[in-house]
């Protein structure tokens, strides 16, 4: 496809003991904001890392490829994966405190990521970048140290980074778990504003499952090391396919004095290596004693047009 | 940073008096008469009158208070009193082992340095590998052996089997060699485990992780970073070490007969000969106090956050 920009093939992916995310397959066009969802532990910020693929992130990828423009990159060299990382594939830190260093002026640190990948410091550009995030007054900020600045600004100076930097695809762990909710919108707002300036494919990673409806274009619902539906955002939110994703929309808190469904149990240790249905424990289907799960429980069939899921009951 | 420097200076008057106080309380009430160690060293028979002339002589028969306070004054004035083995100045003394101790000291500091930090870092930066091994097995062979020890194995291998080296050469740069060495050797045990538990701590603090999310090269996250956020606790180890080391090794002074404070203040305790040992002690604070201060000072020109006007 010519506008394609990544494309997930059957990726198994480990921390050195058991595979944390497998038969993972997924493709995103050039633009397109994509969100995962899914509980703690199933390996929405493993799939990122794997993405990212820097050694230091000590992911394994054991199986499969990541088509990202058209070329594998999972056969590249570690060199060849740092050149990459910032310029070609960048990421927003979880805790986006420790994304600086401490100790050292922004400026020290804009430059030194400018330089590792032969690109100049041009403050006006800083000043612009900056200004488009609503950052006031660049001249201060810029000689600042992380620590002078508030949890909300240190976060719109990462992103301020990233678009600087200009990356094709923004990968990004949870950016907003450690802000409060109206940072966070504003957070969101900052995002969709690089897509929109610099037609960044972003894939985000989120427990929030009101952040994908605000601005994701697809959304990935991941259980136990495994995609169980991808589709459009509209499609997988209010008309879920998958049992999990639907106990999963079924836990989130409303206004309505009501505590939420919820969902008992806990996803299996080692659900990415499990040949039968990692979910069919925790599953009303199965517990109803409907169980409808086939031969293949991790393929992704199709629900309608730019939907899918692994498993479905058609109404 | 100005008042900072000035209270500190001020600390030090205090810290002075303080140190100075007790250290002339403690040779007070140690056992042993001075005035007849001096005559028995001189060779002199112990006759009483003698011996109550020398004591009136020395001022051993003045209260305490009075011997405290005519020997702070003429500290005030630059005058550390004069030995009672020799009867030249202390200040002269230590001067002239000064001269001694600050080579080998600087030089000792300066080997220590040069081989302890590029190995702490390179065993820290390639963790668990056999270069780190090798690195961890030098670090705890030089952490495990005294100095005088190793002082004997250069000697045996320099000296006495190859020949290559003297063993006594004072005050030449050949005779500096084998006492740098000596207390080098065990400084860069402890110095490596420091550095590279310092650079480890580094590389795994979060900030990594997003330098190198945006592809910021190697050498720049390890010298424009790691070294950088390191270099506090690096200058704190080093400080601490340039004040064990103008302190002068008695050890090591003794085994290559350099004449330095650390030989100086032995013979002194030996002698009884309390203004030399008090001269030492009170020149030995001053330093420690201002290695203290240029840390502190050099912490906060690496950590703006700290903040000690406050």
Known sequence: MADEILRVEDLSVSYGKGNMISGVNFTVTKGEIVCFLGESGCGKSTLLKAIMNIPELETVITKGKIIFEGKDI??????????????????????????????????????????SHDMEYDFEKVKETFAQLNLPDAERIIKSRPYEMSGGMIQRIAI???????PELLLCDEPTSALDVTTQKMAMEQLMNIRELLNTTILLVTHNPGIP???????????????????????????????????????IPTFDFKLPKGLEGQPPLNGADMEKCAFSERCPICKEGHCICGNNPYTLKEVCKDHCATCFKRD | MGKFIGKRLLQLVFVLFAVSFMTFALMYIAPGDPAERKLTAQGEAIDPEVLEAEREKMGLNQPFVVRYFSWLGGVCTGNLGNSYVDNRPVITKLAEGMTYTVPLALSALAVA??????????????RNSVLDVIV???SFIGNALPNFLIAVLLIFFFCIQNSVLPVIANNSFIGLILPTLSLAIPMCGRFIKQFRGEVIEQLEKTYITGLRVRGVKEKKIIFGNVLHNSSAAIITITGLA?????GGSVVIESI???????????????????PVIQGFV????????????????????????IDYEK
Do not use: C
Request: proline share 4%; aromatic share 10%; no cysteine.
């Open chain 1, 74 to 115: 999972t056969s590249y060299s570690d060199k060849e994966i740092r050149s990459m990382a910032g310029k070609n594939i960048g990421m927003v830190l979880q805790h986006l405190g420790g994304a600086f260093n401490p100790l050292r002026t922004f400026e020290a640190q804009f430059k030194e990521a400018l330089y």
């Open chain 1, 160 to 166: 301020a980074m990233t678009m600087i930097l200009g």
């Open chain 1, 213 to 251: 409806s605000m601005m994701a274009d697809k959304v990935g619902v991941m259980y136990a090391g495994h995609l169980v539906e991808y589709g459009k955002t509209h499609q997988v939110l209010h008309s879920p396919a998958h049992p999990y994703t639907k106990a999963l929309i079924g836990a």
């Open chain 2, 113 to 126: 340095l040069a081989i302890s930090l590029p190995l702490g870092i390179l065993s820290a930066v390639y």
């Open chain 2, 136 to 138: 961890q097995i030098f």
């Open chain 2, 242 to 246: 340039i004040g064990t080391l103008m």
């Open chain 2, 256 to 274: 290559f007969r350099w004449p330095g404070v650390g030989k100086l203040v032995m013979d002194a305790i030996t002698a009884r000969d309390y």
């Open chain 2, 282 to 305: 009170l020149v030995m604070a001053v330093i420690y106090v201002l290695i203290n201060l240029a840390t502190d000072i050099l912490y906060r020109v690496i950590d703006p956050r």
